[in-house]
């Protein structure tokens, strides 16, 4: 309420239209003060670090700019940044501001060097928990009256004592501008209320314009009360005659209507209206127009209309802040520190780099079709998946001679389009070869090399290999390349090793940005055609290993992004297990690619 207050003063220095409607006031001051707050415990918890420090830069600066405003144009005494708790001048709260942008930059300069107090996971639970509280609390303090009091006017000061000597009332921050008149006459009846040695009701109305009449016959019925028992009652506002004539009109007021300073009734209680009780010069409580007391409920005994709160305020707010609070950051930590968990935190790690790389399934005609026929098959992929677009990326490698004609009838935006083979030469007297070129030339994109047919009957040696991938990269193809063991070799538990070597003899010489334009197609030859699969976690271990491979030649980075399918005896029925694996991130389909409701079906794995 006082920052809505405040905001007010703001708002009526820029002459603003609603300067005098609360509500808006009152709602701008609970979400500056919500977001300053969550911001602030973000900041200190290291939740979302990158936003976090984006937005208190972002609240900083327009902050700073707001009190080189006041300082400059002076629209305000106090910024009122803390509330009645600290007051600080004009210069020093820019003062303040410029070593909090200070600060906000040197985060900007390095937001992931902040440590995380809460884990990722549970970050969201400790800022939801942030936000609910601090909005809580605020319809709470709005509703009722602050839960903490830092105004002068406090429960339990001694206003008589302060008026007799204000050097010191300044000193404790007692209340020293207490001071009322009479609307008619003028007359200072400041000591007269404060030498009543019974009880006085003071209704504290700072503007009767703005003022909730909801509860006006609570008031009047109290005022009846305090008649019969000979108590004071009477009002305080800072509304000229007009206001108050208006505010008799509207609830019937019978009590008097004394003057006193606007700021003076706003701090008395932060409520329109509010009521004061005052007995023997001491304040003794107070309400907000929410929790009016009614004699009829409470019974005739003034005394017994309140009870002083037990524990300290301060420290309740905190603990319900904190005991929570305490609990998700424990929690958090002992759950991080369980193995279970590192390895739940660890698969979804995978699973986030797997999202990001490029998902393809990919077919392989091998050597199959006459020429009406791959077309024919084209085609009819070609409509099966503009009809229903697939999740991947989808490619089909076709024997050279189908290459320009398929080009033809296939949109190049939902199918790609590659060979299954080009020569270790650039071009001249090699009958029978074709070029990396020339496959560019036909309008594909893609060839696939290394494929265990052609290194074992056409004895494509690591060095042929290597020859094709430069060429193919050179003609700006993108290249499959082919890896895998033999039968032998895995029983003998030499795959990890025969797989190294194929990497490293054909695509180790590559430079990084080169390698970004391969593709990897684990191919277990026991597993090719013959019906037979490598289990999902035989592929995942493998897929894995050569990840591995990779980022310790072309670092992590390169091994995050590039794409791995599995090849061998993938069909319908098995390719969503296959995909499911974190490091397996589609298939190269031999068999299955010759049918469009089998090459279909493992494409609609990814959906
Ligand atoms: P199959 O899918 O027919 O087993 O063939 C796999 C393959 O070699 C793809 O290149």
Same mark, same amino acid.
């Given at each position: 309420?006082?920052? +809505? #207050?405040?905001?007010?003063? #703001? +708002? =009526? /220095? &820029?002459?603003?239209?609603?300067?005098?409607?609360? &509500?808006?006031? =009152?709602? /701008?001051?609970?979400?500056?003060?919500?977001?300053?707050?969550?911001?602030? !415990?973000? !900041?200190? &918890?290291?939740? %979302?670090?990158? @936003?976090?420090?984006?937005?208190? @830069? &972002?609240?900083?600066?327009?902050?700073? +700019? $707001?009190t080189v405003w006041i300082y400059v144009a002076e629209p305000v005494q106090d910024c009122g940044c803390f509330g009645e708790a600290i007051t600080l001048t004009n210069g020093q709260t820019l003062a303040k501001n410029v070593v909090l942008l200070v600060a906000a930059l040197? $985060?900007? #300069?390095?937001? @992931?060097?902040?440590?995380?107090?809460?884990? =990722?996971?549970?970050?969201?639970? +400790?800022s939801t928990y942030a936000w609910c509280y601090t909005i809580a609390l605020a319809i709470y303090t709005l509703h009722y009256i602050p839960v903490l009091d830092f105004t002068p006017y406090r429960i339990g000061v001694n206003m008589r004592a302060a008026f007799d000597n204000p050097e010191q009332a300044e000193a404790e921050r007692l209340p020293v501008n207490f001071y009322v008149a009479d609307t008619q006459t003028g007359d200072d009846l400041t000591w007269e209320i404060l030498a009543d040695t019974s009880y006085t009701f003071l209704l504290t109305v700072p503007r009767t314009e703005t003022a909730d009449d909801g509860c006006c016959d609570r008031i009047n019925s109290l005022y009846d009360f305090c008649q019969d028992r000979r108590y004071a009652f009477c009002m305080l506002t800072a509304s000229d005659s007009a206001g108050c004539a208006d505010w008799k009109d509207r609830t019937g007021a019978a009590y008097p209507i004394y003057m006193a300073e606007d700021t003076e009734i706003r701090a008395m209680v932060r409520s329109n209206p509010g009521l004061m009780l005052l007995k023997d010069g001491r304040l003794v409580w107070k309400w907000g127009n929410n929790e009016l007391p009614d004699p009829y409920v409470h019974g005739n005994n003034v005394a017994q209309w309140f009870t002083p709160s037990g524990a300290a305020p301060l420290l309740r707010l905190v603990l319900w802040f904190l005991i929570p609070l305490l609990l998700v950051v424990i929690i958090d930590n002992v759950l991080v520190g369980t193995k279970y968990y590192r390895h739940h935190l660890f698969k979804l790690h995978l %699973?986030?780099?797997k999202a990001m790389r490029k998902k393809i399934v990919a077919g392989n005609w091998k050597m199959n079709m006459n020429l009406q026929e791959g077309v024919a098959l084209a085609k009819e992929l070609n409509e099966a998946l503009a009809a229903d677009k697939p999740n991947c990326g989808v490619v089909i490698c076709t024997p050279f001679i189908h290459l320009a004609s398929v080009a033809g009838v296939i949109d190049s935006n939902v199918i790609g389009l590659g060979a299954e083979n080009c020569a270790d030469k650039v071009k001249g007297a090699y009958t029978g070869e074709v070029s990396a070129e020339m496959v560019k030339s036909t309008g594909a994109d893609y060839v696939i090399l290394g494929h265990s047919e052609r290194r074992a009957y056409y004895h494509e040696t690591a060095e042929i290999l290597k020859e094709k991938v430069n060429l193919a990269l050179a003609n700006s193809l993108e290249v499959i390349f082919c890896i895998g063991e033999v039968l032998e070799e895995r029983e003998a538990g030499k795959q990890n090793e025969v797989v190294k070597a194929q990497l490293e003899g054909s695509l180790f010489d590559l430079t990084a940005e080169q390698f970004a334009h391969v593709v990897l197609a684990y191919e277990p030859v026991w597993a090719i055609g013959t019906g037979k699969t490598a289990t999902s976690d035989q592929a995942e271990e493998m897929h894995a290993f050569i990840r591995a491979t990779i980022a310790e030649k072309f670092g992590k980075e390169a091994a995050e992004n590039v794409t791995i399918l599995y090849g061998g005896s993938c069909k319908p029925s098995n390719a969503k297990e296959l995909f499911a694996k974190p490091d397996v991130d589609g298939g190269l389909i031999g068999g299955a690619s010759l049918k469009v409701a089998d090459f279909k079906g493992i494409i609609d794995a990814w959906k």
């Open positions: 309420m006082g920052m +809505a #207050y405040k905001l007010e003063a #703001y +708002a =009526e /220095a &820029l002459a603003l239209p609603f300067a005098h409607s609360l &509500l808006p006031m =009152e709602m /701008a001051a609970t979400a500056l003060g919500t977001v300053e707050f969550v911001l602030g !415990l973000c !900041l200190l &918890l290291g939740v %979302n670090r990158r @936003l976090t420090v984006g937005l208190s @830069l &972002l609240a900083t600066c327009v902050l700073t +700019a $707001l040197c $985060l900007l #300069y390095r937001p @992931l060097a902040m440590r995380r107090v809460v884990s =990722e996971r549970f970050a969201w639970l +400790a %699973n986030k780099q």
